[in-house]
């Protein structure tokens, strides 16, 4: 029998410190969309931040709804609204934070499959790799240079 083996690269910083300056902006408004976050069902709250190559940033937020799988998580709603509004612009990078009333988290939230999912979508639209930035409360900062690093073996349009 063969076998697959799926590899993936990530870079681990200890701290902001060690960001470039358009990555640690791109966190800092991450954090900033976090505050605007309804969530008043996990008390999880996630902020997105996408930079487009236009230079302009778009942010997003979870926004939960009482009927759960209604709520829209914030990866998704910053792409989309970034979508809506740059239909033709690439997108560079989408940093990814939480505020977490529950616990501390202190390492990074990575995107649920269904937004990895709709990055990848990015990816494939305008053909541009897709920087991710993971922080959680506090702690380790990820950064992954396309989300086909963490989301191996994706279903894309070629099946169809
Ligand atoms: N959530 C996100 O916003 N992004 C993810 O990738 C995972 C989960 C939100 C959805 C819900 O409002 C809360 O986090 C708990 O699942």
Redesign the pocket.
Known sequence: MKQLKLESEIKIADHVGELNEQDSQLLAAAKEAAKG?Y?P??H?K?GAAVLLQNGVTVIGS?Q?NAAYPV?I???RNAIFSASAQYPDTPILAVA?TIISKNKDISRP????GS?RQVIYETEARHQQDVRIILQGDTGEIYLINSVKDIFPLLFDSSYL
């Open positions: 976050a969530a069902y996990s999880f996630v979870n939960e709520t998580c914030g990866e990814i939230v990575p995107p649920c937004c």
